[in-house]
């Protein structure tokens, strides 16, 4: 973690940075920090990292902090994207309580999950095709998903190399299989199974009917659509 932190003194039209100097602004410094950072990963279940703080009002009491005592350090409010304020208020026995306003940034890490092996186009993904791996939330392409619950019983929309991240585009409850899709046809007659070559009539959902014409029998069957390549016919 930085041991150095950005100081700002707030002025009444401009910002100037202050350093600090002495072990007594730095030790508050630090456990107002700490303080900061536990909450934060209190608040977001990750592990955090604060990237930045900046002291924006009180700056004077952090300072100047022999024979004060901390006496709390709470969110104030939200900024934005990983940014927050904080509260943090200072004890002095002669001058009573101070206030200091806190700029906090900060990235915390969270698991995205990558494939492990090669997926093809309509599989059902189950819990050895991926992986979880640790990213920065401010590196997280847009889409990756992050809760492995939405990923395990899903169908791919199309075919995964292994090491690629998992995103919602390639994920669906219900592929649909648009007509005109070559498909091998397994046709079950009296307890045996024939295979031809077909073509979709229509757009059909996965595991769900499919209509095809058979290209050796010239004629159109009905069958379930099993995979994204297999319709199976029982005659």
């Known amino acids: 973690m930085n041991k150095f932190f950005f100081i700002v003194l707030l002025f009444s039209c401009f910002v100037a940075p202050l350093s600090l100097e002495g072990n ?3 030790d508050m410094l630090e456990t107002i920090k700490y303080m900061i950072l536990s909450d934060l990963q209190r608040r977001t279940n990750n592990d955090v990292e604060i990237t930045s703080l900046k002291v924006i009002r009180g700056i004077e009491s952090v300072y100047s902090s022999d024979g004060k005592r901390l006496r709390s350090v709470s969110m104030d409010r939200y900024m934005g994207k990983n940014r927050v304020f904080y509260a943090a208020v200072i004890e002095d026995k002669k001058e009573g309580l101070s206030h200091v306003l806190i700029d906090a940034a900060f990235d915390s890490s969270t698991e995205v999950y990558v494939t492990s092996r ?5 599989a059902t993904i189950s819990l050895g095709d991926y992986y979880p791996v640790k990213y920065k939330h401010s590196k997280i392409p847009t889409g990756a998903i992050t809760d492995k619950t939405q990923i395990e019983g899903k169908i791919l929309t199309a ?3 292994p090491g690629v991240m998992i995103r919602e585009g390639h994920l669906t409850d219900t592929l649909i299989i648009k007509r005109g899709q070559k498909v091998n046809i ?6 045996i199974t024939l ?3 077909g073509v ?4 059909a959902p996965l595991g769900g009917v499919a209509k095809v014409y058979c290209e050796s029998t010239k004629k159109e069957l009905q069958g379930i659509l099993v995979s994204a390549n297999i319709v199976k016919v029982k005659i």
Not at 118 to 122: A, E, N, P, Y
Not at 186 to 191: F, L, Q, R, Y
Not at 200 to 203: E, I, M, P, V, Y
């Open 24 to 26: 007594s602004a730095n």
């Open 118 to 122: 090669t997926l093809s186009k309509g």
């Open 159 to 161: 075919g995964l190399a």
């Open 186 to 191: 397994a046709i079950e007659t009296e307890g």
């Open 195 to 197: 295979s031809a070559q």
């Open 200 to 203: 979709l009539r229509g757009d």
